[in-house]
């Protein structure tokens, strides 16, 4: 029983890494910057338009870093799903800084009260795979975008952060 377990989540581990190489945004770098309103679409990034930038999916589980533009602070450094988690900050400065359902999300509140305008905010983001039914490797997935919030947060000291829920 325990080789058929160490078989399968080798099996994960590699199916893992042949993933994140078809993605050519990896887990090597972050991407971005994508502005939180879409109004910079003249803009480039690494020689490329940002609107050619791949945005994360609704499967994308990774890193992201939120940066106020105007005092270029990096604000906030969370992980997980990514396009679910942006959506959220989304939702929260759009009713301004308040937990209307769903889970509350302490660094968009705390980014509303700094600045109520969500055009001066950005992220990048580093996207670690695509979560699908394999459960392994979907734990697998959780636990590098826990050791890349970790790494980030520690490289950005965000001002909007719990040490004590990095890596959570």
Known sequence: MRKKIDNNVEDALAKLVKDNKKHSYGSRQLIGPFS??????????????????PKPTKNTVGVYVIRHRPSDTVVYVGRGN???RITRVKFIHKHKGEKKSGSAHDGARKMYEYDQDLSNYEYTYMSFGEKNGDPVKNMLLEMYSKIGELEYYKLFKPIFNSEGMIGV
Do not use: A, D, H, Y
């Open 82 to 84: 990514v396009q679910q």
């Open 36 to 53: 939180f309103v879409e109004e910079r679409k003249s803009e480039k990034w690494m020689g490329q338009p940002i609107e050619s930038l």
